[in-house]
């Protein structure tokens, strides 16, 4: 036998181990049936490389992870002592399940007395962030999966130190594969300036591959414990302004002055500790008085002043999926009408028969998804999905007037929430996320207007229409469906 043949067929077999190897190890993990198939699908019909994916993205690293549990105990009972200092609020009987499995969960409370503005336009949230930037007075916490070196990057950086210098403790935490394409040098400055800086879970060899498939997708804002944002803005350009021939993203993000600030706070300083492993729990962080800072903005988008807010977070370390645990209950329990937005559509199987159920049951579950996605591959992956629902009934529009971002969610007149979270398996099981769920009848009504004004800048799809379309384009988003929970 050839030098040559015997080296080819000595690495065939080699390879054919490490691939049935790594199969076996993919079936032991015990996932999802369907990402177990998805993974096992990469590792052994693209050679070499799929072995190359599954070692940087596919293992699974979560029991690698792991916030102290002290340190979560810690910043779990300053939240808890502020919010049983305060008067209980009545909760609403028709959420009351939901309420409870969100405090079961992670003891995320339900607090009163909150003030909510709920931004749509970029530029809006943006002048409201820099006023209330302006008047702080004791710190400012920053947290958001993309900061890009740019006009809106360096308008917010510019006024963090004018604060420095006055003496606000300023802290910025940012996530490392977010702002890839940013240079460190944007981030060395911010530090230069007085700005404490911590970059989350930063992706560098050799720990690459414990760390990449995990990211924080928060954007969250505080300012001296008593004003917070949270919703899906990234701090960059696409996000406020237009660019040439493309308008500005279409988004959402909500400014709450109140008591729930305090599980944003706590949200930040348990990222702040994974980040920096710095704990920070002191009582100043938490105010029991609140200023009010005097911001009017638009008054027609606007709650009611005794608001009822849960701050929810989720991360691939806990026990359960939060918020996406709290989506199915909310569809289940929903008897007329539920509005998603999201831009991106790759449900989790209960998810997708929560949706299934609601719409059979006859409510009206409309879903809201941008007519391209900002990648075509995702574009695909989520139109794959579209006839699973629109056969149970629900209403699909596809936005067309620009990239929609938005990740809302409102039903029957009385529930409504904004936040981080994409309607995906990234966003619902590997990301570390933030909603806030809001329970008042005012907010919930003006994130129906919203979304039912929206509609007038959507094609709403026809179920025999959808299903007539060319079966290569159905077999197309069909195999990238196989990879969706990868996405």
């Known amino acids: 036998m050839e030098l040559a043949t015997f080296l080819y067929i000595t690495f065939a077999v080699i390879y054919l181990l490490i691939v049935c190897s790594t199969v076996l190890v993919i079936v032991l993990d015990n996932r999802q049936p369907v990402k177990t198939v998805a993974w096992i699908l990469v590792v052994s019909s693209m050679p070499v490389l799929g072995l190359v994916i599954y070692f940087f993205f596919g293992r699974n690293h979560k029991k690698n992870i792991l916030i102290s549990r002290t340190c979560s105990i810690q910043l779990a009972r300053r939240s808890a002592y502020r919010y049983f200092r305060m008067q209980i609020p009545d909760i609403p009987e028709e959420h009351r399940q939901l309420i409870n499995l969100f405090r079961r969960q992670s003891m995320s409370f339900p607090y009163p007395e909150n003030q909510l503005h709920l931004f749509v336009r970029g530029e809006d949230m943006l002048s409201a962030l820099i006023g209330d930037i302006r008047a702080a007075r004791h710190h400012i916490h920053l947290e ?71 990211r924080n997708h928060r954007k969250i804002v505080v300012i001296d414990g008593g004003v917070g944002y949270v919703g899906g803005m990234n701090l960059a350009d696409r996000y406020f302004y237009d660019q ?16 729930a600030v305090c599980g944003l706070q706590r ?42 807010v849960q701050i929810v977070t989720s991360m691939p370390l806990n026990t359960w999926q939060d918020i996406m645990q709290g989506m199915v209950l909310a569809l289940l329990k929903a008897k007329k ?151």
Not at 278 to 288: N, Q, R
Request: with cysteine; net charge neutral.
């Open 144 to 214: 958001f999966y993309i900061w890009e070196d740019d006009r809106v990057g360096n308008l917010v950086l510019d006024e963090l130190a004018r604060k420095v210098a006055e003496g606000v403790q300023v802290r910025v935490v940012y996530d490392d594969v977010g702002c890839w394409k940013v240079r460190n040098a944007f981030f060395e400055r911010m530090q230069a300036k007085g700005i404490e800086v911590a970059v989350f879970m930063p992706v560098r060899f050799p720990k690459f591959t414990s760390k990449v498939n995990f």
């Open 244 to 259: 040439g021939e493309k308008r500005a993203w279409r988004d959402s993000h909500l400014r709450i002055e109140g008591s």
């Open 267 to 308: 949200a930040f300083l348990a990222d702040w500790y994974v980040a920096q492993e710095e704990l920070i729990t002191d009582a100043c962080y938490y105010p029991t008085e609140l200023q009010t800072t005097g911001y009017v903005g638009n008054m027609t988008m606007k709650s009611g002043k005794a608001a009822v």
């Open 337 to 487: 009408y539920c509005f998603i937005q999201s831009p991106y559509f790759m449900p989790t199987d209960r998810l997708l028969y929560a949706m299934q159920t609601a719409a059979l049951s006859g409510v009206d579950v409309r879903l809201m998804i941008p007519e391209q996605a900002d990648t075509r591959l995702l574009t695909w992956a989520s139109r794959s999905y579209l006839m699973d629902v629109m056969r149970a009934g629900v209403r699909v529009y596809l936005y067309q007037d620009t990239f929609l971002h938005a990740k809302t969610w409102v039903s029957d007149d009385s529930l409504s929430s904004c936040g981080s979270t994409n309607m995906d398996f990234r966003s619902l099981e590997h990301n570390f996320e933030v909603n806030a769920f809001i329970f008042d009848r005012k907010m919930a009504l003006v994130m129906k207007r919203i979304f039912l004004e929206d509609q007038n800048k959507c094609r709403l799809l026809n179920l025999h229409s959808w299903e007539e379309r060319s079966r290569w384009r159905h077999l197309g988003e069909s195999f990238i469906r196989l990879l969706s929970p990868l996405l």
